[in-house]
C-alpha cells in the first residue's frame, strides 16, 4: 500500500522533486539535499537552475530582511529572474544608499548587504557577474577619472568584499563597468536610481557552453522590489 502510494505521489510531483528523489536513492548522502524549501545546509549539492531560480531569490529576500536598517533600504534593492539568471540591484539615492556620493568606497549599509549576498551566494557552485553603472551626469572630481572608472570602482570593490566573506575566489568571473551606457531610466538619465550595481547568479551551464555573458546587461525592466510598494524616484 505504501509502494502504490509513493508512485502515485511521484506522478504528480514536479520534475525537479522526481530528480531529487530519484538521486536519493542513487546517492542518499548527496543528492538528496536538492529537496526542501531551504537552501540552508545544502552547500555545493544545491544546483540553481532554470527550475529552481525562485527558490534562491526567496532565500536572498528572507535573509536581506535580517540587515540592520533594512526598512530604509528595501526600496533600493530589486531582484528579477532573467536569461541570464537571477540580477540583483543594488540602487543608489540622491543623497547616496550603498556608497558614498562619488566615491568607489561602500558605506556601512552597502557593506552589510554585499556581506550578507557574499554569504548566502558563497554556498553555490553558480558563478557570478558584478556590474557597476553610474547615470549620465558627468564625474566631475578630474579628467583622469570618470564615471567609466566609477562604475568598475565599484563593482571591484564589491567583488573584494564578498570574496572576503564567502564567495569562492574564482566564483566571481566577470566584473563590468557600464558608466551611463545602461541606464535603467533611459528616459531619466540623471535619475538616481541609474547609479547602481548589479550582481547576477548565473545559471549552470554544460561543459563546453559558455554563460550569457552580458546579454542581460541591456536596460533592465524592473523585477521584483522588496518593498511592497514600489518607491518614488528621489530627486536628483
Do not use: C
Not at 502504490?4 to 536513492?25: C, Q
Not at 563593482?155 to 564567502?166: F, H, I, S, V
Not at 547576477?200 to 542581460?216: F, L, N, R, S, T
Amino acid at each position: 500500500m505504501m509502494a502504490l502510494f509513493i508512485v502515485l505521489w511521484l506522478t504528480n510531483a514536479s520534475k525537479p522533486i522526481r530528480e531529487a528523489v530519484a538521486g536519493y536513492f542513487k546517492d542518499p548522502l548527496g543528492t538528496s539535499t536538492k529537496v526542501g524549501s531551504s537552501m540552508a545546509g545544502v552547500g555545493d549539492n544545491f544546483i540553481v537552475n532554470k527550475e529552481n531560480m525562485d527558490l534562491l531569490k526567496q532565500q536572498l529576500e528572507k535573509a536581506i530582511r535580517e540587515v540592520p536598517n533594512f526598512d530604509k533600504l528595501k526600496d533600493h534593492i530589486e531582484m528579477t529572474i532573467t536569461n541570464e539568471g537571477l540580477r540583483i540591484e543594488l540602487m543608489e539615492s540622491a543623497k547616496g544608499t550603498f556608497y558614498d556620493i562619488g566615491s568607489p568606497n561602500l558605506n556601512t549599509d552597502g557593506r552589510d548587504i554585499v556581506v550578507v549576498l557574499a554569504q548566502e551566494l558563497g554556498k553555490l557552485p553558480n558563478r557570478l557577474a558584478i556590474e557597476g553603472h553610474t547615470d549620465a551626469k558627468s564625474y566631475s572630481k578630474g579628467r583622469n577619472y570618470s564615471n567609466w572608472e566609477l562604475s568598475a570602482d565599484r563593482a571591484n570593490a564589491a567583488r573584494r568584499l564578498m570574496q572576503m566573506n564567502g564567495v569562492g575566489e574564482n566564483q566571481v568571473t566577470q566584473v563590468r563597468g557600464f558608466a551611463d551606457q545602461r541606464l535603467r531610466k533611459a528616459a531619466a538619465p540623471m535619475d538616481p536610481s541609474n547609479r547602481r550595481i548589479s550582481v547576477i547568479v548565473q545559471y549552470m551551464v554544460k561543459p563546453g557552453e559558455e554563460a550569457a555573458g552580458g546579454a542581460d546587461a541591456a536596460p533592465v525592466a524592473p523585477g521584483t522590489n522588496m518593498s511592497d510598494s514600489k518607491p518614488a524616484a528621489p530627486p536628483h
